[in-house]
């Protein structure tokens, strides 16, 4: 599946060979309805590789077990070392930290939407396999407005992990990502 500004992919079924579909998208274009239907395929289980500002990533709902769990088999990682996730905006940061740190709102405010990640106490509720240590989250807002968009509608954080093997470098061509992941998602 393509949606952004090059190919990914999302997977129907949870076998090792899963039907890859490839949806192209204009990014400056994508209408609700197809936002919608994204969305739904992740909250169904799906695994998508999906382009970002700056590599390929595999994205999954957050809060989608099972989903999580394909991203940690199909990366060869350590479920030991946490994943970040994206936020659709401020909204949704607040709902997922317990806190924000002195000189957060001046660091989001002026960097927010962009390639930056911050690491923050996770609020509580949150299922302990999506934090790191010292129970803490990783979140971004995208500059990406489709892809903010799509976290919107699910509802929820989307994973922005390297559509990569754990321990090789990051993707960036979309061709290289279909290769390494057609068939798997």
Same mark, same amino acid.
């Given at each position: ?38 969305? /739904?395929?992740? !909250?169904?289980? @799906?695994? =998508?590789?999906? &382009? ?5 990533? %595999?994205? $999954? #709902? +957050? ?38 740190? /002195?000189?957060? !709102?001046?660091? @989001?405010? =002026?960097?927010? &939407? ?5 690491? %923050?106490? $996770? #609020? +509580? ?46 993707? =960036? ?13």
């Amino acid at each position: 599946m393509t949606f952004g500004h090059g190919p990914a992919t999302i997977p129907e079924g949870d076998d090792a060979l899963a039907k890859t579909r490839i949806l192209s998208l204009d990014p400056e274009r994508v209408s609700k309805d197809e936002l919608a239907g994204i969305a /739904g395929a992740l !909250l169904d289980g @799906a695994v =998508a590789a999906y &382009p970002t500002e700056t590599y390929y990533a %595999l994205g $999954a #709902a +957050a809060f989608s077990r099972r989903a999580v769990d394909r991203i940690f088999r199909l990366k060869g990682r350590e479920t030991s070392k946490p994943l970040s996730f994206i936020a659709s905006g401020m909204d949704m940061v607040r709902e997922l930290v317990a806190t924000t740190p /002195g000189g957060f !709102l001046l660091l @989001a405010g =002026a960097l927010w &939407p962009g390639p930056l990640t911050l690491v %923050l106490p $996770a #609020a +509580a509720g949150l299922p302990d396999r999506l934090l790191g240590p010292g129970r803490t989250i990783a979140l971004r807002v995208p500059p990406l407005a489709w892809l903010r968009s799509l976290v919107g509608e699910l509802g929820g954080p989307l994973t922005a992990t390297s559509a990569n093997k754990s321990g090789e470098g990051e993707l =960036a061509d979309p061709g290289e990502v279909r290769a390494l992941f057609e068939g798997r998602i």
